[in-house]
């Protein structure tokens, strides 16, 4: 029998927890031949231990041939010890008068933590995605926090940003969803995002050939950046089932490999397209397996293009800026 892999996930007593965790076990990531091991890392009160357990007997009772092993833990340290893929859901939620700082603040101590004991304890080669928002920020704490892992060891998840893309352009053109390739998200998972269809085909034809620029900057930049509002507006709770699903495609493609196809991953960059180094910013990669990826180069932007990424690039910058004094050495 295969060694079970080892996936640890902090915060999985959330709703997208609730998601994940199935799909998980069930082997939808990793596939039907691979066993997993499980760890979760529990918050310390009564309300979410409750819950997490009644989770837990859940999973039991799927009897998944592919679950090999689960815990709870409470120690970050121990959650992480030789975990090789770990999914940082759990965040602190914004809360009523919150400023966007505050949040940044609050949630640095979360992921100073977690990037300490990730460096402490997971395998060398582990792959970290950041879920809880602000991801992006939360991703660039913990890695600064992680000093003997190599920062490509972590990416945040705009992987939904970019399945919601790809949705839209499917019910716009009425072609089925594997037909389209190429589209790519910039910059932070928040409304300045920008979703990029300048390399996009459908069915082998270029997307800007079937839909017009105002369909694009009308419907489509502001539905796809405000789809998680629109979202909590219908069901009343924030996207999960889908965020769930992103993040299995994202790590599944992370460590597989893509198949040569372009992906959206926020990663630090190295600085391409004058994205200052080390921000973790949504780009397209090419995930070419056992982990790796490699950053799509030399796209050439058009001047509105490039002005929605020097926004929201932006952004991300104003943001490291905030938590500078939180990672200083
Ligand atoms: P829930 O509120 O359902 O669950 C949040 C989880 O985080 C719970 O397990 C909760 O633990 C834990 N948590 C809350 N406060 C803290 C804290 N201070 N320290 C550690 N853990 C904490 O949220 P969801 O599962 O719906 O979403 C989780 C995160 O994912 C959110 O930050 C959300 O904004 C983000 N998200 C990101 C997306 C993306 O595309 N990047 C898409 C959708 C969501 P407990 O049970 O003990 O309260």
Redesign the pocket.
């Known amino acids: 029998m295969k060694h079970p892999a080892r996936i640890a996930v ?9 998601s994940i965790l199935f799909r998980l076990a069930s082997g939808a990531m990793l596939g039907p031949d691979q066993p997993v091991s499980l760890t979760l890392l ?2 310390p ?1 009564p ?3 409750a ?2 357990k009644g989770v837990m007997m859940e999973l039991d009772d799927c009897a998944f041939p592919t679950l090999a092993e689960m815990k709870a833990v409470r120690d970050p340290a121990e959650a992480f010890d030789g975990a090789e893929y770990v999914f940082l ?6 809360g009523p008068g919150m400023e966007r700082a505050d949040l940044l603040e ?2 640095a101590s ?1 992921f100073e933590t977690q990037g300490r004991a990730l460096n402490e304890a997971a395998s060398r080669n582990v792959k970290v995605l ?4 602000p ?1 992006n920020t939360n991703a660039y704490i913990a890695y600064h926090h992680a000093p003997n892992l190599d920062p490509k060891c972590f990416s ?6 970019a399945n919601r893309a790809v949705a839209q352009l499917a019910e716009k053109t009425q072609k089925p969803v594997c037909s389209i390739q190429g589209v790519r998200v910039w910059g932070n ?1 928040s409304n300045s995002m920008y979703p990029d269809i300048t390399a996009a085909t459908i069915a082998g034809t270029a997307a800007t050939e079937l839909v017009d620029e105002a369909w694009y900057n009308d419907y489509f930049l502001p539905t796809v950046a405000t789809r ?1 509002g629109a979202i909590i507006k219908a069901r009343g ?4 089932a ?2 769930a699903s ?2 299995i495609d994202h790590m599944r493609d992370w460590w597989n490999g893509s198949d040569g196809r372009v992906v959206t991953m926020a990663v630090p960059s190295d600085g391409s397209y004058g994205i200052p180094e080390g921000i973790v910013c949504g780009m397209p990669v090419i995930c070419t397996g056992n982990g790796n990826y490699e950053i799509v180069k030399d796209i050439e932007f058009t001047a509105a293009g490039r002005a929605r990424l020097d926004k929201t690039v932006a952004e991300l910058v104003k943001e490291s800026e905030t938590v500078a004094p939180l990672i200083a050495e």
């Open positions: 902090p915060g999985p007593a959330g709703q997208i927890g609730y529990e918050r009160n309300t979410s231990s819950a997490l859901i759990g965040a602190r939620p914004r609050a949630n979360i950041v879920v809880g928002n991801c945040a998840m705009m992987r939904l940003d998972h998680g709770k924030s996207s999960a889908s965020a992103a993040a």
